[in-house]
């Protein structure tokens, strides 16, 4: 896969995650190449991708230059293309290795909170945005 701009959605309060995007930006090396949004930030608007926050905090999301969203492996190898190291992810583009690493990250995807120690009371559903206060 060439090198083309992309934009990554990051769960920046993920342990795991944000290592991964400081890894990505470090290969990115200032170029410009990736974009990097937290969607655990506030104000972070998940519709402006036509996606609910249950949908990016279920799986990674990445935005391709022309606006297509990608999720799961694919996101992976194309943020890696971007900052020029796609080789390291070109095996998961093989059959039998593409299925492997496809069922590998949707085990983490469903399980990470627990695996990052993020479950509140027991329960490691989606976190929910604290209601605004009326003011």
Known sequence: MSREPFTILIDGDCPLCAKEAKLLAWMDRGRGEL??????????????????????????????ADGSVVTGVEVFRRAYASVGWGWLMGWTRLPLARQIADAA??????????????CEDGRCGVPKAAPESAQ
Request: net charge neutral; proline share 5%; aromatic share 14%.
């Open 35 to 64: 974009t990097q949004i937290d969607i655990a930030e506030p104000g972070f608007d998940p519709s402006a991708y036509g996606k609910t926050m249950d949908d990016v905090m279920g799986h990674i999301h990445g935005v391709t």
């Open 105 to 118: 990250y949707n085990f983490f995807a469903k399980h990470r909170l627990r695996f990052t120690g993020r």
